[in-house]
């Protein structure tokens, strides 16, 4: 969540930058030489914040930043779960690396479970 410590710390012997790119602005870029060094940031912008080694360009990991209690995760089916969101129609978004977000109206009942269907194809 906005302002919530990220912690990034280097597992292995080798040299690693971590470069911190969000869509306003390069949050932090910080050198990590040796195993075991940690850096703590404190992203302050929602949205997607880019992880990224300069030095092992293969190295990625995004990180969804938000103001509010209301994410989650999918598991391998591609499902989610968000708990004790409020009564009332609400915009969902959802994030893929390859094909962008989505967005969708729900709304909420109370003692009922409101459920969406958001699909990817090859195309979006």
């Not at 003692?111 to 090859?122: E, I």
Request: aromatic letters at 8%.
């Amino acid at each position: 969540r906005v302002g919530q410590p990220l912690v990034v710390r280097n597992g292995d012997m080798g040299l690693h930058n971590v470069h911190g790119v969000s869509p306003k602005a390069d949050v932090f870029n910080v050198s990590q030489p040796m195993a075991g060094m940690a850096n703590t940031f404190h992203p302050m912008d929602e949205g997607i914040l880019t992880l990224k080694c300069d030095v092992h360009t293969w190295m990625v990991a995004h990180v969804g930043v938000v103001s509010h209690p209301y994410f989650g995760i999918t598991d391998a089916a591609g499902v989610f779960t968000l708990r004790n969101v409020p009564v009332g129609t609400h915009t969902l978004q959802i994030w893929h690396e390859r094909f962008g977000r989505q967005t969708a109206q729900v709304t909420v009942e109370a003692d009922k479970t409101a459920t969406v269907d958001l699909k990817y194809t090859s195309g979006t």
